[in-house]
């Protein structure tokens, strides 16, 4: 009984050991990841996403300064 307890043991911890470790992510040899070329719609979509993340940003830098404004008479 011992042994097989052993072995399940054993196993067990095998199968641990190789679901802790992170697949292997095979690279280019220049060492970048190979990069397919975008379509025109892609690129502008790109484009425009990056406008829409400025403008989130630019958004919540006025509302961070206008509760900090808010503050400073207060503080007075």
Same mark, same amino acid.
Request: charged share 30%; glycine share 2%; hydrophobic share 45%.
């Given at each position: 009984? &011992?042994? =097989?307890?052993?072995?399940?043991?054993?196993?067990?911890?095998?199968?641990?050991?190789? $679901?802790?470790?992170?697949?292997? =992510? $095979?690279?280019?040899?220049? !060492? !970048?990841?190979?990069? =397919?070329?975008?379509?025109?719609?892609?690129?502008?979509? =790109?484009?425009? @996403?990056?406008?829409?993340?400025?403008?989130?940003? @630019? &958004?919540?830098?006025?509302?961070?300064?206008?509760?900090?404004?808010?503050?400073?008479?207060?503080?007075?």
């Amino acid at each position: 009984m &011992r042994v =097989v307890w052993s072995i399940a043991i054993v196993l067990a911890a095998a199968a641990a050991q190789e $679901r802790s470790q992170p697949p292997e =992510v $095979r690279q280019q040899p220049d !060492g !970048g990841a190979a990069t =397919v070329p975008l379509s025109n719609e892609d690129a502008e979509l =790109v484009k425009e @996403l990056a406008v829409i993340e400025r403008l989130e940003l @630019l &958004r919540n830098l006025e509302l961070f300064e206008e509760q900090k404004e808010a503050k400073k008479p207060q503080e007075q």
